[in-house]
Every structure is written in C-alpha cells, then in structure tokens.
C-alpha cells in the first residue's frame, strides 16, 4: 500500500515554511496545520498581505529601510533630521529601536546584515558601496557605528573602521558598551563589566 | 516629528506572522525582513502555495484527515485497510507517524484536538460526534485511543472512555506506556518509569 501523505499543496506549503528563518521542521508542519484549520478566508487574507507586502515595500536605495515608494523613504526624506550624523546599523529593524530612543535625529544606513563568514556573508554582500557612495558627498561630518557587541559585529565595525580612516574628514564613533539600563551586576557577565569599567566616565 | 515606523503593507504581514502558534512578535518581525528581503519573486510564490493550499485542500469528513477531494480522502479510501479497527487521534499531524510505523493499518479518526480548559477546548469543540456517527454503523471491533501521555490527553482518554462505554461491542484499547525505544533508564523520568514497570509483560 503506497505511504499516506499530506496532499501536495500542503506539502509545498511546508517546504515554503521550512525556509524562514527560526522554524524547523516540527514548527512548519505546525504552522501549516494550524493554517489549513483556520479555514481557507482567514489563509487567502494572509496570503494577500504578503502579496502586497511583496509588490508595494521596495528598499529604500539611499538608508535601505522600507518603503512604498520607489524613491525615497520615510526616514530619509523626514525633514527636521541632522544631516551630518549617519548612524549605520545592520539590519533595517535596528533602525526603529534607535528611533524610540529618541536619542538620535539623524540619517540611518542599513548594511543588510553583517561580516559572517559562517553565514558566507562577506563585505561584499553588504551595502558598504553604498555608503562609501553617501560619504562622498561630503555632507557627513560622523558616522556612529550601531552594530552588534559581538564577534560579527566587531569584525563589521574593523572593517568598516579601515575604510572609513579614508575620508579624514569624518569622525568615527560606536556606541558605548557597559552595563544595560535597570541591570544589576550581579546579572552582567563578565565581558559586560570588563567594558563597563573600561568605559567609566567622570561624574 | 512622526514617529517612523515600517510602511503599512509590512505591518498587516508581521501583524498576520505573529498570529502563528510559536511564533511571537520578534519573530515575527525577524520572518517579514526575510521576506522582504528575498525579494518580491520568491515572497509571492510562497502566498501562492498559500493560497493553493487554502483553496485545493478540505478536511475529511469522514477521518479529518487533509484531502484534495471534497468527499473521501487517500486514508479513508485506502484499500488493503482492516476496516474493523479505529485509531482515534488528536490531530491530522498524528496520522503520519503512526503509518510510517507500520504497525497499523485500520482506520483513523482525527478528534480535531484535545479537551483543554486552560486553552477553552472543551469537548464540543472537537470531533466526538462524527466518532460516535462512525461507531454507530457497527463495523468496528476496536477503538485504539492514540492520544498524548499528558494532562489533556489523558482527560480526553478518560472523556472518550465514558461515551465508548455506551458500545458494549467496542473493544476501547489505548497505547501502551513505557521507556522510549533506544532511551536508557538514566534518560527517563520517574512517571515513566513508574508507568513501564505497571505494563510490565512477560518475556
């Protein structure tokens, strides 16, 4: 008796699941059998929000955020912003936590991800021509470097710290490391409180 | 000045991610760049297979199995099956792994779930009348209850056992209890193996 399994359109589902990032493949069978029960109405509305998702959102060319526009965006076309601060971040989803903060007014660059070479992310796969590109301009006078305080991270913020000593006229900065907001010491880890001490600023 | 936040066809499709079991709003948010990410291309054929799937697949009537017919189902129609015997099971997901083990080849019966206060699953909710509608034709000598060792499995046992009750021709059987294949004695926790030395059979 030949095997049961699921029919074919609830198999290329699965294996549509499977890609993304985080689901394996006990949690893409979930999801998909958690879809085919909601009833088709509520899987056609989801499978038209990533028609549109997919068809209106390009990358915005300049900061490489999101944007219904095919030029321009909501963050670089914002008035009232600093224009001689770029702040590069990896991913377009840091762009919103900074924006939060309230601390910071000025450009954005998302890279599209970080140096890995596990991941076989090279500089090459990353928006660094383009910010070179915006540099140029001239109009910058510092860049922070927002990435990640781990090994990746370095290495991106080493990277681009070498390329950056060729535009003298830009300042360099990252964002300070130390112990996060509301920790106790007790919960740091020790790399944590080695740069919060190498980083103590006078009272 | 306004707050910025990711274009509107972004946030309906993290708003549509985040309703899927196990997946939160990080996630969510980390699964939407990928996706835009992916460019647009391979982000519509995944709607598509959504849509393939919602539209071209129903739930069998009969064991509640997926089927791309809207009556039968390649379970329920499968020849060379001992129509006498039952396997009920919470979910359609449950049916795979039982066939793969090919230790049987009756019937199934999907029950749609398990009785669940805490997630306001009661009995209503899942498939006993269909089950009680296929007993009734009196085919069946047995009922083999598949359901998970835990909690709400064992209530919905303890549940289905009390309607069964009313078959006095129905042989009701669940799974037997015991130490895992390949699972040392070391690996398993105290109930388990409280549970293997009560089935204890002999040699």
Redesign the interface.
């Known amino acids: 008796?030949?095997?049961?399994?699921?029919?074919?359109?609830?198999r290329?589902?699965i294996s549509?699941l499977r890609q993304?990032?985080?689901?394996g493949p006990k949690?893409a069978?979930?999801?998909?059998?958690?879809?085919?029960?909601q009833g088709?109405g509520s899987?056609?509305?989801?499978?038209?929000?990533?028609?549109?998702?997919?068809?209106?959102?390009f990358?915005c060319g300049t900061c490489g955020?999101?944007?219904?526009e095919e030029h321009g965006c909501?963050?670089c076309d914002?008035?009232?912003?600093d224009s001689r601060v770029l702040c590069v971040v990896e991913?377009?989803?840091d762009?919103?936590p900074l924006?939060?903060s309230g601390a910071f007014?000025g450009h954005y660059h998302s890279l599209?991800g970080r140096i890995s070479p596990l991941d076989n992310v090279g500089p090459e796969d990353l928006r660094i021509g383009a910010l070179i590109e915006r540099l140029k301009s001239g109009v910058f006078a510092e860049v922070i470097l927002a990435l990640s305080s781990d090994v990746e991270g370095e290495a991106t913020a080493n990277y681009l710290g070498e390329i950056l000593a060729g535009f003298p006229g830009v300042e360099v900065t990252r964002l300070a490391q130390g112990l996060p907001a509301g920790g106790g010491l007790g919960n740091a880890d020790e790399l944590t409180l080695m740069r919060a001490l190498q980083g103590r600023v006078g009272l």
Chains 1, 2 share one sequence.
């Open positions: 008796m030949a095997q049961v399994d699921y029919p074919e359109p609830v290329a589902l549509h993304l990032p985080g689901i949690s069978e979930r999801i998909a059998v958690w879809l085919m029960q088709g899987t056609l509305l989801f499978a038209e929000a990533m028609q549109r998702a997919a068809s209106l959102v990358e955020f999101f944007s219904t909501a963050v914002g008035n009232q912003r991913q377009p989803t762009i919103l924006e939060r007014r599209r």
